[in-house]
Nanobody
Framework: QVQLVESEGGLVQAGGPLRPSCAAS????????MGWFRRAPGKDPDVVAA????????YYADSVKGRFTTSRDNAKNTVYLQMNSLKPKDAGVYYC??????????????????????WGKGTRVTVSE
């Protein structure tokens, strides 16, 4: 439904930063809540961060609070995930996802993968010791 193009990931030393981005090909980007998920082998994706369509509300998994920040630029149809102080446990494939289009922008976000309709192809983040 919504094409999502993620930036490339990378190899980062522990403690370093990375800032993946995700661009959406829609005219109503602000009406989609967005999420970032990390997939572990053999499991459903786990939410890392989420942001409402308006950008006014965010959610972070406990494991990344204080280190990761998600933001969005609705004029550019782009969402970002600023990752600081990366740890080896943060490594994995990160997917951005778009929730269903709402009639209006708002402050709701979603934490379940089932609440998202469109997914990026994923970008791999590798963290070395």
């Amino acid at each position: 439904q919504v094409q999502l193009v993620e930036s490339e990931g990378g190899l980062v030393q522990a403690g370093g930063p990375l800032r993946p981005s995700c661009a959406a090909s829609v005219h109503t980007f602000s009406r989609h809540a967005m999420g970032w998920f990390r997939r572990a082998p053999g499991k459903d994706p786990d939410v890392v961060a989420a942001i409402s369509g308006s950008g006014g509300s965010t959610y972070y998994a406990d494991s990344v609070k204080g280190r990761f920040t998600t933001s969005r630029d609705n004029a550019k149809n782009t969402v970002y995930l600023q990752m600081n102080s990366l740890k080896p446990k943060d490594a994995g494939v990160y997917y951005c996802a778009a929730g269903k289009r709402r009639p209006y922008g708002g402050n709701n976000y979603y934490k379940r993968s089932a609440d998202y309709d469109s997914w990026g192809k994923g970008t791999r983040v590798t963290v070395s010791e």
